[in-house]
């Protein structure tokens, strides 16, 4: 390891020398379009780049090369030239270490170590709600409405609150701006996943109107084909439509959005179930912002976000609310830029949670509500023209723990190419509602019991990076430690009762403390005009301080990568784009504490199961077939999993294995 910090270092300061004795106005040379030889288009591409504008790391709108806080875009680009299948196909082959896998729940992630309840989910700066259990359900999301995705490491509860420990993933969608425009599309590939995308839009004096459909179904797959009654994958069908409007007039600005989605996971032809989960998300967002003058303005809104589980009994096709999930926030946002060098943002936050359970929460009260109420501020100070410092803070009232204060601090020093930032902020993460309330019976194997004494488990980050940016590179080297306290971990404890009776609890409390270290090493190079080429490596040592195992599921070393070359064949534009990722061998460590009946002393049992490194890789091509001013045909077609890797024995991967797809899309 030391070796490799030595490399990064002595790679870094040969660039900075390089910079320093011969980069001396060679970046206004870069600039200048070469008419000649067509280089402007390359130049255009590039300033494009650094010109991307992210909101995530501060919410106010920065450039990519200018925000504080270190930013990893996925580009419309990106997202277009790799057709990838779905939100969760994207993050998996961008992300480092990052991990999918799917339940008729939702979707659960993965990462150094940690899992969905340490990872924040926005689309368009609030929060996505989880299904009730937990996972995130993805699917309810169309990747050809996606503008692009914003992604920050490490907490930023000081801006977002709960949850914002491990990481950020913000999802920001696209508003039309011409008269007219929209698309139509469709995808197909193995196991019948067939894809209807479509949308209508316009932008017309005062008004902005988008109407999006959203249908996806798929036949599902098993990984273990001598037990066809239960598939790794069960089949399914979503569909989601959404209504957008905004109106402009003057120095006021109102918007409103509606989406309903509907998802059914039904189970395979040979499965001896009865039952299956039908569910259905009603999403509500209305803002408005007021303008006093060019440097201020008011921005109040609300969003409301409704997800409820059916259990749907197939032999009378009768339905049965069994849960639901309710998240709703109330938020009024002022923003004030006294003067270029300097911008103040202030606000308070309602949030209202409300989680109906028929059998997790006891036999009396099927419903659990919490609420938080909070107020934040942020300062954002060009100093100097070569630093910029961002501090802020936020506090937390919660109706269950208490309080939380989680400030945070962001400096950028910007030394010619040569970007230096780092930063410390506090995060933490609520109790949700089965570590607080639960109280059932799972089956035969334990009687799972809530605690409502958690308290809040809180987070501290502190990281460091260097970025280098020329027209056609750009390196950073991101090193980092998250120390996490208070972790909430469940256990099975063995407990008698007054007859002697033995029964196995699940019982959760606040008993680990975690530490993440790491490092990113990122690199984007442009070879030449048509060829774009992008890697990224992390390292995490993710460990429990308590046990000083590594975290269940940590990957140590991963590696994910994307090469695209884009050129003209018979007068036609087109990309041939490779991406892939490798990673490591997962961590499986499992600890078993048990209570030996005659001394009464704990017992600890550690169980050691790695899981074997392995690689996935995808090919596609992307073809504009007609294209005329703002209208055009493309067709894609490729190859996901190449090289057909499956693991049905310790599930490395749920990949399902090599697979063919095509699509068609018609823009206008």
Known sequence: MKRKNAFIALLALSLFLYEAVYGQGEGEQILRPNTQTGDSLEIKDKIRNLEEIVVTGTRTEK???????????????????????????????TIPGLQFNS???????????????????????????TTPGGPIDFERLSLSNVKQIEIIKGAASALYGSSA??????????????????????????????????????????????????????????????????????????????????????????????????????????????THYKSNNKTLRVTATQHFADNHQLKASYYGDFYTRNTIYQSTNESEKNATSDIQTLRILDTYTPSVSLQAIAGAEYNWNKDYNAIQYGEEIKTRKVNDMNGFAQVDWQIIPLLNVVGGFRLTHHSVFGNAYSPKINVMLSLGNWKFRGGYSKGFKAPDPTELFSDFMMGSVSHNIGNPDLKAEKSDYLYFSSEYRRAAFNISVDMYQNSIRNKIQSAFVVVKDEKGVEETELRYSNVDNARIRGMELNVDYRPAQKVSLHGTYAYTDAKDTETDLQLKGNIRHAFSWHATYKDRLLEKDFSISLAGHWNSSKINDTEEITTDSHTGKTVQTVTTNPQSAFSLWKLTVVCTLWKKGQTQLDISGGIRNIFNYTDPVKFTTYDPGRRFFGSVLFKF
């Open 103 to 129: 339940d008729p729940r939702g979707d659960n992630i993965r990462i150094q170590g940690l899992e969905n309840k340490y990872l924040l989910i926005l689309v368009d700066g609030e929060r996505l709600s």
């Open 165 to 274: 420990i491990g990481m950020t993933i913000n999802i920001i969608t696209k508003t039309p701006d011409r008269k007219l425009e929209g698309w139509a599309k469709t995808r197909y590939s193995r196991f019948n996943d067939w894809v209807l995308d479509a949308s209508v839009g316009t932008a017309f004096r005062r008004i902005t109107s988008q109407t999006l459909f959203y249908r996806n179904s798929h036949n599902g797959y098993d990984l273990t084909p001598e037990s066809p009654q239960a598939f790794t994958k069960d089949p399914g069908t979503n569909m989601n439509i959404e209504q957008k409007f905004a109106w402009n007039h003057k120095k006021t600005q109102i918007t409103a959005s509606g989406i309903y989605y509907l998802t059914e996971v039904t189970n395979p032809g040979e499965s001896v179930k009865n």
């Open 63 to 93: 450039t990519l090369a200018n925000t504080p806080i270190l930013t990893r875009v996925i580009s419309s680009a990106q997202l277009r030239q790799n057709d990838f299948e779905n939100i969760m196909d994207a993050l998996e082959y």
